[in-house]
Nanobody, 125 residues
Framework: QVQLVESGGGLVQAGGSLGLSCAVSGRPFSRTSIAWFRQAPGKEREFVSTISGNGRGTFYSDSVKARFTISRDNVKSTVYLQMNGLKVEDTAVYYC??????????????????WGQGTQVTVSS
């Protein structure tokens, strides 16, 4: 079975940095696209970033461009999300998701069949 495990969440001050990790098992990692979503209290799940299987294709939501960086290590089967210049509004539970490469509708949570349990990121002022 496909399993995704997020780690690295925690409490950080506004303007600070935090790095998240997503360890993936159960399917060929190099042929798996990975995305990060987040969900704040009372809000719908929101697309953050995605990366293709070979790492050459990356996309970011407008709200995190120039601040967050997604990357992957296909030897360790792990995807990373480096978050810099954090803002209070970045506070949310962050989830990683996986799917086989298919089209470009990456921003819709419904197109991602495999999900991790989430990790809490809290940014204080």
């Amino acid at each position: 079975q496909v399993q995704l495990v997020e780690s690295g969440g925690g409490l950080v001050q506004a303007g600070g940095s935090l790095g998240l990790s997503c360890a993936v098992s159960g399917r060929p990692f190099s042929r798996t696209s990975i995305a990060w979503f987040r969900q704040a209290p009372g809000k719908e799940r929101e697309f953050v970033s995605t990366i293709s299987g070979n790492g050459r294709g990356t996309f970011y939501s407008d709200s995190v461009k120039a601040r967050f960086t997604i990357s992957r290590d296909n030897v360790k089967s792990t995807v990373y999300l480096q978050m810099n210049g954090l803002k209070v509004e970045d506070t949310a539970v962050y989830y990683c998701a996986a799917r086989s490469p298919t089209g470009s509708l990456y921003a819709s949570p419904d197109t991602w069949p495999y999900w991790g349990q989430g990790t809490q990121v809290t940014v204080s002022s």
